[in-house]
């Protein structure tokens, strides 16, 4: 028996190879499919099964790519309704890979054809379940995206009961391997490991600790943030199929000179700079967003642009297929090309943005210039500086609407890559007087300025 797990950082998403005598399946696969192709060409295998835990939303499987190259067969839990073949598998349905067997249990919750995997090693011993969305490390899968077709509660009420009766009722030893781990959108608060096992989870858990449907419902369902605008499309391409990843890259990936890069400006296009925001800040293009591959560069691309704009893109040399294919990861493939020869090439005027220190900021907040803190509503309860306002990145540019656009603000997040976004989100909607903190709050606490935390403000 042969589990790797092929963990993709920038989506915080697990896959998963599982090989017995020269046969393997795979689960839960990202868009590109080499890195299977390579691990089992490397392994002397044969792919025969992709594993599907569920239509996923935040990113576009590689199932149907990996299938065509492959001919291994598709499989989904019930209620999987598709606009190609795949297999559906029934409630308990055993399929055998070599000297393993893999059990399908129908867990619907997250979403209705949500189904774990559970591994039987060579002995028929239970040694693990590959639970999809359905059960994090610390968490469980988000019950609100269907859209308003089955409402938040109602999933949550059938996760209590899939959790209870599929999930808990494995052996304590049983390893627990998920589909998402820490920064995942698809969980609230995903612990720090990418997997554990169904004793440590009952133990640790919070929803697996819920002593009643009402409670869990409750908690599961409290405090949930949007998601990110992308994740209904991404479902829908999931579910209804797409163009090959190889072709999509081939017609994204195209050099643009500089006049062409121009026009396509002239003509709508959005101009997205992948560069680091330390690069972005010396000098870009005016009216680009800086949102760069360093960071959840995919995630934050979904959460803010419209999977439908058409998009230029300026990055640095060497990285323009990195940055197509992994827009294309979460279905964004309307890119138009890239401005060859990076920014250097760009002859027009350039714009800049202020950045200063940590320790420069109490004399700019004493003349009565205003912090904005672009972190999660979370990151701000642990602790924030005092008088500041809390706008969130995911929530812009609405949350922004009542400021004016002329008057001077300090912004930063957690480390100074959201902040970089949200200034170019905000220069770019005619804001004049933005000032970037580098090294975001953590810096901010080092450097002595004054913290208000949550449990001070309720103490007093």
Same mark, same amino acid.
């Given at each position: 028996?042969?589990?790797?797990?092929?963990?993709? %950082?920038?989506?915080?998403?697990?896959?998963?190879?599982?090989?017995?005598?020269?046969?393997?399946?795979?689960?839960?696969?990202?868009?590109?499919?080499?890195?299977?192709?390579?691990?089992?060409?490397?392994?002397?295998?044969?792919?025969?099964?992709?594993?599907?835990?569920?239509?996923?939303?935040?990113?576009?499987?590689?199932?149907?790519?990996?299938a065509k190259k492959t001919g291994a067969k598709i499989i989904y839990g019930p209620m999987a309704e598709t606009k190609y073949e795949v297999h559906n598998a029934f409630d308990?349905?055993?399929?055998?890979?070599?000297?393993?067997?893999?059990?399908?249990?129908?867990?619907?919750?997250?979403?209705?054809?949500?189904?774990?995997?559970?591994?039987?090693?060579?002995?028929?011993?239970?040694?693990?379940v590959f639970t999809g969305d359905t059960l994090f490390v610390g968490d469980v899968g988000r019950p609100d995206l269907l859209d308003g077709k089955i409402s938040r509660e109602d999933l949550a009420s059938m996760l209590y009961d899939s959790l209870n009766t599929k999930i808990k009722t494995l052996g304590d030893d049983v390893i627990v391997y998920p589909a998402h781990g820490p920064g995942s959108a698809c969980g609230k608060n995903i612990g720090k490991e990418t997997f554990s096992t169904i004793g440590d989870q009952k133990k640790f858990n919070y929803a697996l600790k819920a002593t009643s449907r009402q409670q869990f419902v409750s908690e599961v369902t409290e405090g949930i943030q949007p998601p990110p605008r992308y994740f209904f499309e991404d479902a829908r391409i999931n579910k209804d199929g797409?163009?090959?990843i190889d072709e999509v890259v081939k017609k994204n990936n195209r050099a643009?000179?500089?006049?062409?890069?121009?026009?396509?400006?002239?003509?709508?296009?959005?101009?997205?700079?992948?560069? %680091?925001?330390?690069?972005?800040?010396?000098?870009f293009v005016p009216g680009s967003i800086n949102i760069g591959l360093n960071g959840s560069y995919a995630v934050w691309v979904g959460t803010l642009i419209n999977i439908n704009q058409p998009m230029v893109l300026i990055t640095d040399e060497g990285k323009e297929h990195e940055s197509v294919?992994?827009?294309?990861?979460?279905?964004?493939?309307?890119?138009?090309?890239?401005?060859?020869?990076?920014?250097?090439?760009?002859?027009?005027?350039?714009?800049?943005?202020?950045?200063?220190?940590?320790?420069?900021?109490?004399a700019e907040i004493s003349k009565g210039i205003e912090v904005i803190d672009v972190?999660?509503?979370?990151?701000?309860?642990?602790?924030?500086?005092?008088?500041?306002?809390?706008?969130?990145?995911?929530?812009?540019?609405?949350?922004?609407?009542?400021?004016?656009?002329?008057?001077?603000?300090?912004v930063h997040c957690g480390g100074g890559y959201r902040s970089m976004v949200a200034i170019s989100l905000m220069k770019k909607d005619g804001f004049t007087n933005l000032t970037n903190i580098y090294g975001g709050f953590n810096s901010m606490q080092d450097a002595g300025l004054e913290i208000v935390r949550e449990e001070e403000v309720v103490a007093s």
């Open positions: 028996m042969y589990i790797e797990q092929l963990y993709t %950082n920038c989506l915080a998403e697990a896959a998963y190879y599982i090989e017995s005598d020269g046969i393997a399946a795979v689960i839960d696969p990202i868009r590109e499919t080499e890195p299977y192709l390579e691990l089992a060409r490397k392994r002397g295998a044969r792919i025969n099964f992709i594993f599907e835990t569920h239509f996923h939303a935040d990113f576009v499987s590689g199932h149907i790519d990996l308990g349905e055993i399929f055998s890979l070599g000297k393993l067997k893999i059990k399908a249990l129908h867990t619907p919750g997250h979403t209705p054809e949500s189904t774990c995997f559970l591994l039987f090693d060579e002995t028929g011993k239970e040694h693990a797409y163009d090959s643009l000179r500089a006049d062409q890069f121009a026009e396509a400006i002239q003509n709508g296009a959005l101009i997205l700079d992948t560069r %680091n925001a330390d690069d972005f800040e010396k000098g294919l992994r827009l294309a990861r979460v279905g964004y493939e309307n890119v138009l090309g890239y401005l060859q020869g990076g920014v250097k090439s760009w002859k027009n005027s350039l714009d800049t943005i202020r950045s200063i220190q940590p320790e420069q900021m109490k972190r999660k509503p979370s990151e701000w309860k642990i602790g924030h500086v005092k008088n500041a306002s809390l706008l969130p990145l995911a929530d812009m540019p609405k949350n922004y609407s009542h400021l004016a656009k002329s008057k001077p603000y300090l």
